[in-house]
């Protein structure tokens, strides 16, 4: 019988929470149903509390079942980086998978993945989220240079991420390949159903922003979008489920100023994955009216529960909603995401929509992000 192959996954995992831990525990929930031995290095300490701007970076919920998961790396102690890269290097698995999402990661990612590469035997691959931050700071490019030089191939999970990359190496393979369906939040509910669970008023209709609160997610724009008078005569509410990592005042100023207490509900605690198919089953709508974006592990949550979508025309988002067709795609301004809110409901675009997002969701399997990773492989150390 063939020996199994050994994968290990760098990044977070439980009891971390949050969708880069859901997307690397679904990822090695992948690798494990392929026979592979699969085997995650999570972090001990993965932000410093001072630069944490959450409430928590812990889940309460219980691990996942049939995965194992090493809590190892402390992302700003060095010496725990020297001995997870060596133990990993002694290992000698046949593929790493690191996932790449900020330039604060890149000295701990890029220590180990060198430590690693001693082997002379282990192919190590990084799932790039984002390349380029979309809140910058000084040195995030010459950390992510650092970074690129570690690793030995790349997958983009959007376009925009792979002509990034294009500004520091043009040498070492890579390809796209879209974010697969977070499908690990349960099957869809009814509408009903879900209304109810979150103890909402069934008489009115829910479009849903979801998701950490950032400067960047144009949660402003959309409120402003909610003062349209187009808007205030239908009858509908916005659901606002997230945390805020961002100051609220500015939300809540909007809030005030426009009169919208009573149109907008505000779920600002983390959302636990058994509540999340309540969220997006109550809403006719996911809105995402980013400023700017790459990708977004929302538009896979709302595509696995077949939710149509209005979204920002920023970054790569546009790539993976078929404008017309699964939703809309505009321009981050309150006047266009209101125009798309209104025309969603005055043509009642609901059904239609709803019906080319479950044809469209077929794209994006998990099965096709190991392929991905398989093309890489079969290229050969750089």
Same mark, same amino acid.
């Given at each position: 019988?063939?020996?199994?192959?050994?994968?290990?996954?760098?990044?977070?995992?439980?009891?971390?929470?949050?969708?880069?831990?859901?997307?690397?525990?679904?990822?090695?929930?992948?690798?494990?149903?392929?026979?592979?031995?699969?085997?995650?290095?999570?972090?001990?300490?993965?932000?410093?509390?001072?630069?944490?701007?959450?409430?928590?970076?812990?889940?309460?919920?219980?691990?996942?079942?049939?995965?194992?998961?090493?809590?190892?790396?402390?992302?700003?102690?060095?010496?725990?980086?020297?001995?997870?890269?060596?133990?990993?290097?002694?290992?000698?698995?046949?593929?790493?998978?690191?996932?790449?999402?900020?330039?604060?990661?890149?000295?701990?990612?890029?220590?180990?993945?060198?430590?690693?590469?001693?082997?002379?035997?282990?192919?190590?691959?990084?799932?790039?989220?984002?390349?380029?931050?979309?809140?910058?700071?000084?040195?995030?490019?010459?950390?992510?240079?650092?970074?690129?030089?570690?690793?030995?191939?790349?997958?983009?999970?959007?376009?925009?991420?792979?002509?990034?990359?294009?500004?520091?190496?043009?040498?070492?393979?890579?390809?796209?390949?879209?974010?697969?369906?977070?499908?690990?939040?349960? %099957?869809?509910?009814?509408?009903?159903?879900? =209304?109810? $669970?979150? *103890? /909402?008023? @069934?008489?009115?209709?829910?479009?849903?922003? !979801?998701?950490?609160?950032?400067?960047?997610?144009?949660?402003?724009?959309?409120?402003?979008?909610?003062?349209?008078?187009?808007?205030?005569?239908?009858?509908?509410?916005?659901?606002?489920?997230?945390?805020?990592?961002? %100051?609220?005042?500015?939300?809540?100023?909007? =809030?005030? $100023?426009? *009169? /919208?207490? @009573?149109?907008?509900?505000?779920?600002?605690? !983390?959302?636990?994955?058994?509540?999340?198919?309540?969220?997006?089953?109550?809403?006719?709508?996911?809105?995402?009216?980013?400023?700017?974006?790459?990708?977004?592990?929302?538009?896979?949550?709302?595509?696995?529960?077949?939710?149509?979508?209005?979204?920002?025309?920023?970054?790569?988002?546009?790539?993976?909603?078929?404008?017309?067709?699964?939703?809309?795609?505009?321009?981050?301004?309150?006047?266009?995401?209101?125009?798309?809110?209104?025309?969603?409901?005055?043509?009642?675009?609901?059904?239609?929509?709803?019906?080319?997002?479950?044809?469209?969701?077929?794209?994006?399997?998990?099965?096709?992000?190991?392929?991905?990773?398989?093309?890489?492989?079969?290229?050969?150390?750089?």
């Amino acid at each position: 019988m063939s020996q199994k192959k050994t994968v290990v996954l760098i990044g977070s995992a439980h009891p971390l929470r949050g969708g880069l831990a859901a997307y690397n525990e679904r990822l090695a929930g992948e690798y494990r149903d392929q026979r592979a031995e699969v085997t995650i290095y999570s972090f001990s300490l993965q932000y410093p509390s001072l630069f944490f701007p959450g409430k928590s970076q812990y889940t309460s919920e219980p691990p996942p079942g049939g995965l194992t998961i090493k809590t190892r790396i402390n992302s700003i102690n060095p010496m725990s980086w020297i001995r997870v890269g060596t133990e990993i290097k002694k290992l000698k698995p046949d593929l790493v998978i690191v996932k790449f999402w900020m330039p604060f990661m890149a000295p701990c990612l890029s220590t180990i993945c060198r430590i690693i590469r001693k082997n002379k035997h282990t192919r190590i691959i990084s799932i790039i989220d984002n390349i380029i931050p979309h809140e910058k700071r000084i040195g995030d490019k010459a950390l992510a240079g650092y970074f690129v030089r570690s690793v030995d191939g790349f997958v983009a999970m959007s376009r925009s991420v792979m002509d990034e990359l294009d500004l520091f190496d043009k040498q070492k393979p890579k390809v796209f390949c879209p974010h697969p369906l977070y499908d690990n939040f349960g %099957d869809a509910i009814s509408k009903k159903d879900a =209304i109810r $669970k979150l *103890g /909402l008023d @069934d008489t009115w209709s829910y479009i849903l922003f !979801f998701g950490f609160i950032r400067d960047y997610k144009g949660l402003d724009l959309l409120l402003k979008a909610f003062a349209d008078p187009r808007i205030r005569e239908m009858k509908v509410k916005l659901l606002v489920a997230g945390e805020f990592y961002c %100051d609220p005042k500015p939300f809540r100023e909007i =809030i005030d $100023k426009h *009169g /919208l207490q @009573d149109r907008v509900i505000m779920s600002n605690d !983390f959302i636990p994955d058994n509540d999340v198919a309540s969220y997006f089953c109550a809403a006719d709508l996911v809105v995402q009216p980013y400023k700017s974006a790459t990708q977004s592990g929302v538009t896979q949550i709302a595509y696995h529960f077949n939710k149509p979508m209005v979204i920002t025309n920023v970054g790569g988002l546009a790539e993976f909603v078929p404008d017309g067709k699964a939703g809309y795609v505009v321009q981050p301004d309150p006047t266009e995401i209101a125009n798309a809110i209104w025309k969603f409901y005055k043509e009642d675009k609901e059904e239609e929509f709803a019906a080319r997002v479950a044809i469209e969701k077929e794209k994006y399997s998990w099965k096709n992000m190991i392929e991905a990773v398989e093309t890489l492989e079969v290229r050969g150390k750089t």
